[in-house]
């Protein structure tokens, strides 16, 4: 758990920030102004090949994708 | 009718809202013809004012050129005032297909299709050509009117890193299954004055198959060295498949666009495309105007020339007098301030000065990086440049930001 919410923050970081800005766990991404929602398909691409699961485009909502807590929840749910 | 006073009441808050946040837009009314001088309104109610104009587009100043002028009033004669029809029911006339192959001769394409405005021709393209098999990847500074386009049409949508050549890169790596895919920039991005690495841009697409979309908005008429556009500029004429622009700019300033590139993508953009087919094209007396500014263009690189030179005389004394501005080498020289309220109050003061530009500040621009968009024309001459870089220099002292770095103008002000 704490391990993947790395990795997701860590990619967040790498693919999304171009400054200074800091994220944790429960920075809003995409309310915050972050992860722009027509950027959230990389994401979602990133976290399907990377726990080898589907995730459909109605559970891919920008709330859902809004923290890296709220994503690790996401991907939990089809994890299980 | 059912405007019940809870409604009104509810959209009035919104307006409040918009106002209280200081994202309220309010119109300045210019009393004269676009051009270098104008003479504005402001505030509603005041006395006319005269001031230098360093915001608009008119960046070659064909927007009250005698010439054009006379070339709408022939064709307003010749051709009418208006079609009553959208262009494939009795909406299409001669001088239409003739302005079509004009600026598909102009800009090196195969075939062009005009649209009521760039907004437009954005708003069509991509629900025209793409399905959800396809995925669009767009640079994040692209136009609103690009984001607009891309919304309404049902295919993927990516993006990648301002201008970053290794993250567009590592997009089509990812995208590579889609049946097609679509990169799409903007030539000369607005807020910034920079352009796009088109000559990278179109190694990269064809390396992956990809299909190169560039709004050229800002740069047809002026860049390049005959003034084709970025694409001249970066020696990749003919290779772009998709270019869209505007004759609201540097082509005359009034109002259409176009869709230019391969056939049978503008074909299909003409069977297809919602604001082509459900709109009037563009008015006669404007065809005939952009006809004349392109035959104008086409015979002399004068106005572009005259630019280039305005705009590094420019940019210099800006740069001399110790203001922080954005790199590049376009006739868009943002004056960067950071602070919204520095840029509404800087402004504020340069017209008082007798100088007209205005603040860019979130969200139009990002937090943080509020500025003065200034904007050079050919129809500027070496006076007007004087003057506005007198009145900036005074403005600049009484803020006390001449020569100082982003940091120390951000440690005076804030963000």
């Known amino acids: ?80 | 009718m059912a405007y019940p006073d809870k409604t009104r009441t509810m959209f009035t808050e919104v307006l409040e809202g918009i106002k209280e946040a200081g994202l309220f837009k309010q119109e300045r009314f210019i009393h004269s013809s676009q051009a270098a001088d104008i003479e504005v309104e402001f505030p509603t109610g005041a006395s006319l004012k005269k001031v230098i104009n360093i915001c608009a587009n008119n960046y070659l100043g064909m927007s009250s050129h005698p010439e054009v002028i006379k070339a709408a009033h022939a064709g307003l004669d010749s051709h009418g005032y208006g079609m009553s029809s959208v262009r494939f029911i009795c909406g299409t006339q001669d001088i239409h297909k003739k302005l079509e192959e004009m600026v598909t001769e102009f800009l090196g394409t195969e075939d062009t299709i005009l649209f009521p405005s760039c907004m437009d021709a954005n708003a069509g393209v991509f629900e025209a050509l793409l399905t959800k098999d396809d995925v669009m990847i767009s640079d994040r500074l692209v136009h609103a009117s690009i984001i607009d386009g891309i919304r309404l049409s049902s295919a993927m949508h990516d993006t990648f890193k301002h201008s970053d050549m290794e993250h567009l890169e590592s997009k089509l790596q990812l995208h590579q299954n889609r049946r097609l895919k679509v990169v799409i920039t903007d030539g000369v991005f607005s807020m910034d004055g920079d352009t796009a690495k088109l000559d990278e841009m179109v190694k990269i697409c064809e390396k992956y198959d990809a299909l190169l979309l560039v709004d050229d908005s800002h740069a047809s008429g002026f860049i390049g060295k005959t003034g084709r556009g970025t694409h001249e500029q970066y020696g990749v004429m003919g290779k772009i498949d998709i270019i869209t622009t505007t004759f609201g700019k540097g082509l005359g300033g009034a109002s259409g666009g176009c869709v230019s590139g391969r056939r049978e993508l503008v074909e299909l953009c003409r069977q297809r495309a919602r604001p082509y087919l459900f709109s009037n094209t563009i008015a006669p007396p404007i065809v005939a105007g952009v006809i004349k500014v392109l035959e104008i263009l086409s015979a002399s690189t004068d106005r572009r020339d005259k630019l280039e030179r305005n705009t590094e005389f420019w940019r210099d004394g800006l740069c001399d007098a110790g203001f922080v501005l954005k790199p590049g080498d376009t006739p868009i020289v943002p004056v960067m301030l950071f602070n919204a309220k520095l840029a509404q109050n800087f402004s504020r003061d340069l017209f008082e000065e007798g100088i007209y530009a205005i603040g860019f500040f979130f969200p139009v621009v990002p937090q943080g990086q509020a500025r003065i968009r200034t904007q050079i024309s050919a129809g500027h001459e070496m006076h007007h440049l004087e003057k506005a870089l007198e009145a900036f220099k005074k403005v600049g002292a009484k803020y006390n930001i001449l020569g100082k770095s982003k940091q120390e103008i951000i440690e005076m002000y804030g963000m």
């Open chain 1, 1 to 80: 758990m704490e391990e993947m919410k790395e990795i997701v923050r860590d990619y967040v970081i790498q693919e999304y920030v171009e400054d200074d800005t800091e994220v944790n766990f429960d920075t809003p991404l995409i309310s915050g102004g972050i992860v722009d929602s027509f950027s959230m398909v990389s994401l979602k691409r990133f976290l399907e090949n990377k726990y080898k699961i589907s995730i459909p485009d109605d559970k891919a909502t920008p709330e859902a994708f809004d923290s890296v807590h709220k994503i690790v929840d996401l991907v939990n749910d089809f994890l299980k």
